[in-house]
């Protein structure tokens, strides 16, 4: 290797003083292992295997051993996972109403098996009832994959958040490469992709999303504004300075921002950003809350996304904010009852 000063300068990747990954060329590496054992619950427990025979449901993850971790390296994201899980489940055979308790063992859940190959044992207590055994062997071990599927899916998605960062490739290239087609559904609707130039000059696009929540919009602006409800869905230490000019840092700090417009109950407008994205670039997102019969409508404007970053974005909001604001509304339910 070339000392510092000789060789082809195109080969050297030098060190920066803000520690910036220059186009991803070096090793970084993130434990992914507390926010898996988070994971692994919210998919499994409570899934409910129904059939002739009875119906079933899986309850508390017993034991959880192993590790995972996610690295970086000149831009490909390579994981390493490595799980040994036992959940128990419990069920009631539907023509005698008898109930039954078991378990299942995951004993090994990694990379170097494809999930329809990993072992699943399904056991149950001593007794009758093996019609249940039988449900949990064939429709229970289907739903157990189909979970695990979707923890890895997140893993890949949701955790990475912010490793791969923004490479020198130039704009027209990235817009040719990179741009993915949007689809829309009820929930999740894109408006016409006008290329809006905000901040950073590199192409961007506009997201427009709708959700419904099971609150009124009082409660739901709180839980944007107010730091112990942000640190509760975001399962994560955050700055919330909810004030005009006051700033914003989430999911260790793959979100930032500053509050730029509070209107309590009704509208909140931000400058916001993603780590991954370029530097200095952000997007004005803005909030707007409205009360409808028993629950509230969030409407989302997020203008100036990057091209490249369209696709990670949405799914951002849709599964790392309304579905764990969800969560956390469901919760605060059950606990008042």
Known sequence: MAKWGQGDPRWIVEERADATNV????????????WSKRKLKEVLEGL???????????????????EASCNSRKGKLIFFYEWNLRLSWKGTVKES??????????????????????????????GEGDVLKDLMRTEGTTKVRE?????????????????????????????????????????????????????VKIPTVRIHMREVFNSPADELYSIFTKKELVQKFSKCPA?????????????????????????PSQRIVLKWRCRSWPDEH??????????????????LECKGVPVSHEESTRQCWKNQYFEEIHTLLQQSKDNME
């Open 48 to 66: 409910v295997v129904e059939g002739e025979a009875g119906r079933c449901e899986i309850g508390d993850l017993k034991h959880v051993e192993g």
């Open 23 to 34: 186009n991803n060329w070096h090793w970084t590496e993130r434990d992914a292992t507390s």
């Open 147 to 199: 979970a695990l599927r979707d923890y890895l899916k997140a893993l890949k998605t949701e955790f990475t958040l912010g490793m791969i960062l923004p490479t020198k490739a130039p704009v027209g290239q990235e817009l040719a490469t990179e741009r993915k087609p949007s689809g829309s559904t009820m929930q999740d609707a894109v408006t016409p992709q006008s290329l809006d130039m905000v901040g």
């Open 282 to 299: 952000y997007a004005t997102v803005a909030l707007n809350f409205q009360n409808l019969v028993a629950q509230s409508e969030l409407e």
């Open 97 to 126: 109403g008898e109930k039954h308790k078991g378990s299942v063992e995951i004993p090994n859940l990694s990379e170097e098996n494809e999930v329809d190959d990993t072992e699943i044992n399904v056991s149950k207590k001593k």
């Open 239 to 263: 700055v919330i300075e909810a004030e005009k000019g006051g700033k914003l840092q989430m999911f260790e700090g793959c979100v930032s921002g500053e509050y730029t417009e509070l209107v």
